[in-house]
């Protein structure tokens, strides 16, 4: 009986997303009629206008969406299962820290020392902002792999990743008060949030990326089971807890990297969906938690970026400002279940 109860759960997700995914296509300031984008699809469609808006814009934004939520929560899951802290996410590392500081460093201190907006530099600009975030969360994610190598305290390591957040934080800041505002703006509009990023020429490398940082992650469901007993049972098990933790991090980084590194710091996503998957199929067992939060990542970024880009709004809100909508006030209901 159980077990009819999760697979309908799990189809009735995965119904939901192939709806949304279609709506994403479907929704936006030029509404599409569904038979048209069936016909476009299946190029049926001499339409040539519909097939642009569809597979240069709508197509690959709906692909990075699902795969940046997908990503975003497993590693949010994987980091309150190592921490037992049901408030950790992605971010608490300072991955996204590091991935905003290179950021920072290309756009504010290019303008700063050639005198010119980041944006004048045209293709360079989107390159090189991409390849600066993901070289800023690698080193960060290096940095934290090393201190939690030689550290069994997790707390400690939390606060080292902390202070290194800040740290960062501090050097943009720096950067900001010597820039030109037109770069400003542009760190700003970054630092949102956007699934829009990617397109169809960076997605291959995109989506082959994520799917193998997900694949990985189902190999650690036993160990994340384990885990779960605390330390002192689960070293009696067997289980390396040091280099367990190595490689949980690992992953878990690794999966912030790539989304932050092409999508900006999205909030909340990682934080609240384990949440959400433990509510629904009441049980802590990662072999179900891992592909069930991964689904509802999928659902919850596919159901975001539907409303940033409700017809209305002069181009697309902010990710971060939709996702702080859904991811808040779960974040609020367990700090007060946590209370009780």
């Given at each position: ?225 384990i885990l779960l007993l605390g330390e002192m049972y689960a ?25 932050t590194a092409y999508c900006g710091p999205i909030a909340f ?68 279940k946590s209370r009780k």
């Amino acid at each position: 009986m159980k077990n009819n109860k999760i697979t309908i759960g799990i189809l009735g997700i995965i119904a939901f997303g192939i709806i949304l995914f279609i709506l994403n296509l479907f929704v936006g300031s030029v509404t599409i009629p569904i038979e048209d984008i069936f016909k476009v699809l299946l190029k049926d469609n001499t339409d040539n206008t519909l097939s642009v808006i569809i597979f240069n814009y709508r197509l690959p934004q709906a692909l990075t969406a699902l795969l940046a939520g997908a990503a975003l929560s497993v590693a949010g899951l994987l980091m309150q299962t190592l921490f037992r802290n049901p408030l950790a996410d992605p971010s608490m590392l300072g991955i996204s820290s590091g991935a905003s500081l290179g950021v920072g460093i290309v756009i504010l201190l290019t303008g700063a020392i050639s005198g010119a907006a980041m944006s004048s530099f045209g293709w360079w600009s989107t390159i090189g902002v991409s390849l600066a975030a993901f070289i800023g969360a690698v080193l960060v994610l290096f940095v934290m792999l090393a201190f939690s190598s030689r550290m069994k305290n997790m707390t400690t390591l939390i606060i080292i990743g902390l202070m290194i957040a800040y740290l960062a934080g501090s050097i943009t800041d720096i950067l900001k008060f010597f820039s030109l505002k037109e770069d400003i703006h542009a760190f700003v509009i970054w630092g949102m949030g956007s699934f829009s990023g990617v397109g169809t020429s960076k997605m291959p490398v995109f989506a082959i990326s994520i799917i193998i940082g997900l694949f990985v992650s189902f190999f650690l469901s036993k160990n994340l089971n384990i885990l779960l007993l605390g330390e002192m049972y689960a070293e009696n098990l067997g289980l390396n807890i040091r280099k367990n933790s190595v490689v949980i991090i690992l992953v878990s980084g690794y999966l912030t990297a790539i989304v932050t590194a092409y999508c900006g710091p999205i909030a909340f996503v990682g934080l609240a969906m384990p949440h959400i998957a433990r509510f629904l199929f009441k049980s802590s067992d990662h072999r179900l938690l891992i592909p069930a939060t991964m689904l509802i990542g999928m659902d919850m970024a596919l159901f975001c970026n539907l409303i940033a880009r409700m017809p209305g709004f002069d181009g697309n809100l902010p990710i971060n400002a939709v996702t702080a909508f859904i991811g808040a006030p779960v974040v609020i209901s367990v700090i007060l279940k946590s209370r009780k």
